[in-house]
């Protein structure tokens, strides 16, 4: 991929003054052409390259430019390697390893010094997700539309998007993209996704809004509830939403505003928590909730 190898390329010029065309070639397997256009691509971003010809000559990231040339060669190099030694784990292959040892350039040891970390991105049914990632990156990069079925709580369904982002998030992996259907832009659950076709339908790029991470899961959601924990659960309340959405009473109880998809889910987060957790507000949802406790132990007295 050509992101891949921009990154490379960046990170090389980063870690030696100067490097030759033949040189950025052969470690990335292409053509002198093609690098020159990369080298381009990297200008056009913002970060100034400058090429010298002749004996002596070479690729280098400019004189005094404020990125700092050790910057991908000691801690920060380890951390990006270790995020995409973790790719590996959803890719079901070695290609993020062997881009690994490209990026390392001269020291080679750098692929190494961080077997002591582990980042494994895989869900249980590994294979289906690797596929899923693979066929949606596709569609990406090809701007063509995906099909597939859909599992949520309000049934199943058949949906067509247009994918504009894959998302690892809240410990599972989304695609977000232009729903045809809703005529608006959505994320659904990889693990929920059934008959994930690539289409021949060609899409041109939207006016795309800017996708921001939720905190609190839901922010186009139906349901609005105010939620009393008990301190016992707290360490779970930091675990999903973190610290920043805490609210603690005198009592040490939590109080806490949530927005959510729908009621079936809504509900069924609730109970999770068993008694540590009371809908305070609206009084109409809490009433649903007790309706719904008092089916669930109709169903065990019977």
């Known amino acids: 991929m050509k992101i891949d190898r921009l990154i490379g390329i960046l990170s090389v010029l980063l870690q030696r003054n100067k ?15 093609t690098i020159l256009r990369d080298i381009e691509t990297i200008n056009l971003s913002g970060i100034p390259i400058i090429a010298e ?11 005094g430019y404020k990125i ?16 995409l030694k973790s790719l590996d784990s959803i890719s079901g292959t070695n290609r993020y390893r062997q881009l690994m040892e490209k990026l390392s350039a001269d020291d080679c040891t750098t692929v190494n010094v961080d077997n002591h970390i582990i980042i494994d991105l895989s869900s249980w049914d590994k294979s289906a997700i690797a596929d899923k ?33 894959l998302i690892f998030q809240w410990s ?12 608006d832009y959505r994320m659904f659950k990889l693990n929920r996704m059934t008959e ?13 809004p800017e996708f921001i991470c939720d905190k609190l899961r839901h922010t186009k959601g139906e349901v609005k509830a105010t939620v009393k924990f008990t301190n016992s659960v707290k360490w779970r309340i930091i675990d999903e939403f973190g610290v920043g959405f805490l609210n603690d009473n005198a009592d040490g109880t939590i109080i806490m505003n949530l927005t959510w998809s729908d009621k079936q889910s809504f509900f069924s987060y609730i109970l999770s928590f068993c008694s540590d957790a009371e809908i305070i507000e609206p009084l109409e949802l809490r009433q649903e909730f007790s309706e719904f406790l008092k089916k669930i132990q109709v169903q065990y007295e019977t």
């Open 133 to 165: 990632i693979e066929l949606i990156k596709q569609a990406m990069e090809k701007r063509k539309t995906i099909t597939f079925r859909y599992f949520s709580p309000n049934g199943e369904s058949e949906r067509k998007i247009e994918p504009y982002h």
């Open 196 to 208: 994930l076709s690539l289409t021949n339908e060609k899409f041109t790029d939207r006016n795309v």
């Open 19 to 33: 490097v030759t065309s033949a040189e950025l070639a052969e470690i990335f397997e292409v053509s002198r052409r």
């Open 68 to 83: 700092d040339r050790t910057l991908l060669s000691s801690e920060d190099m380890h951390a990006i390697l270790s995020g």
């Open 53 to 63: 010809q002749g004996q002596g000559g070479g690729i280098s990231i400019m004189d």
């Open 172 to 183: 599972a992996w989304y695609v977000w993209g232009y729903c045809t259907e809703r005529k």
